[in-house]
């Protein structure tokens, strides 16, 4: 009886060793840090998603190794973003990241303790976000990737390569708050070119064919698309309304000419998104946002498709082609 008692004994305790072991060794295990990723558009940007890693990666933390990222996306609903913060600041995240002007305000606004780095087109100094550029203070700071000042540029690009166009269609996304400064600009740099404006909104996807039947009952003879992160998340069904009804057009970013844009001026968004990876992981390690000033992007592109080009009888002009960063074939 008392073998028996004994090894009974011993039988429990190594039972009760096996399943409290794992516990035990997880509960002594690090907490993995959680990053809340606010972003509009979709997580579809796969390349953009893929350089935020990479610039975690330069840090030493590794999705879903020793870092998990939970993202939300607005889908060109701007007024979610502050439902999105206080959400993720709930379950307790180590880190924000907001990407667009909106995500980075409503950020701001929800913590004065959680880090935050942003990704936004915007002055942020402008807008509130950081005190400056070299010493944001707080707990935030990020990448300003200049989408936003850009739009008399774009038109000089488009005017330059359809200069019979004497009407110009431009395109904004009343919800995104740049959209009247946008518009502005472009108003000016029209009258300094001697063309007209028609200004075109949209911000919903079922809002596009009316556009560009409003485009074509006005007979503009171009198009700019203003930045907005719910155009370039509809980059695809844009550039190719474009070219069905044949309206030569320019676009922010790479991305655009890429899915058959005619061309595109701006700034390297994969290059902002990684650099958004690398001071999410140098804050995750323990320095502080306020200690690492906002990095301005200083890589413009312009890109030509020349496959466009001449799907619209369109002929470059050698000096516009030698200016290009990019031309696609």
């Avoid at 949209?202 to 009952?217: C, I, K």
Wanted: charged share 20%; glycine share 8%.
């Amino acid at each position: 009886m008392h073998f028996d008692r004994l090894k009974r004994r011993e039988f429990i305790t190594l039972l009760s060793g096996a399943v409290a072991g794992p516990l035990a060794a997880r509960a002594q295990q690090p907490t993995m840090p959680v990053i809340g990723f606010m972003i509009d558009g979709t997580q579809a940007r796969s390349q953009q998603i893929a350089a935020f890693y990479a610039g975690l990666k330069e840090s030493g933390y590794i999705q879903d190794q020793n870092v998990a990222v939970e993202f939300r996306s607005a889908e060109g609903h701007f007024d979610r973003f502050p439902a999105f913060a206080a959400d993720l600041l709930r379950h307790g995240v180590a880190l924000l990241v907001a990407v667009s002007n909106d995500a980075a305000l409503a950020a701001k606004r929800a913590t004065a303790t959680t880090p935050i780095v942003f990704g936004m087109g915007g002055d942020p100094v402008a807008l509130g976000v950081v005190a400056s550029l070299n010493r944001p203070g707080g707990n935030i700071t990020g990448i300003y990737f200049f989408t936003q000042g850009l739009e008399e540029k774009r038109l000089g690009l488009l005017h330059e390569l359809v200069p019979a166009a004497t009407t110009i269609a431009v395109l904004v996304n009343p919800n995104y708050s740049p959209a009247e400064n946008q518009l502005r600009d472009a108003h000016e740099a029209a009258a300094r070119l001697g063309v007209q404006v028609v200004v075109l909104r949209a911000n919903t996807e079922t809002d596009f064919d009316a556009v560009f039947a409003d485009l074509v009952r006005q007979r503009a003879g171009a198009l700019l698309v203003c930045a907005s992160p719910f155009f370039f998340g509809r980059r695809q069904q844009l550039t190719v309304l474009a070219a069905r009804h044949a309206v030569p057009s320019i676009y922010e970013w790479r991305e655009f000419a890429a899915a058959g844009g005619l061309m595109s001026y701006g700034t390297n968004i994969n290059d902002a998104y990684r650099q958004m990876g690398v001071y999410a992981g140098r804050i995750l390690k323990g320095e502080k946002p306020a200690d690492l000033p906002v990095v301005q992007s200083t890589r413009f592109e312009f890109v030509i498709n020349l496959s466009t080009a001449r799907a619209l009888g369109i002929e470059v002009p050698p000096t516009l082609s030698a200016r290009a960063d990019e031309v696609i074939e």
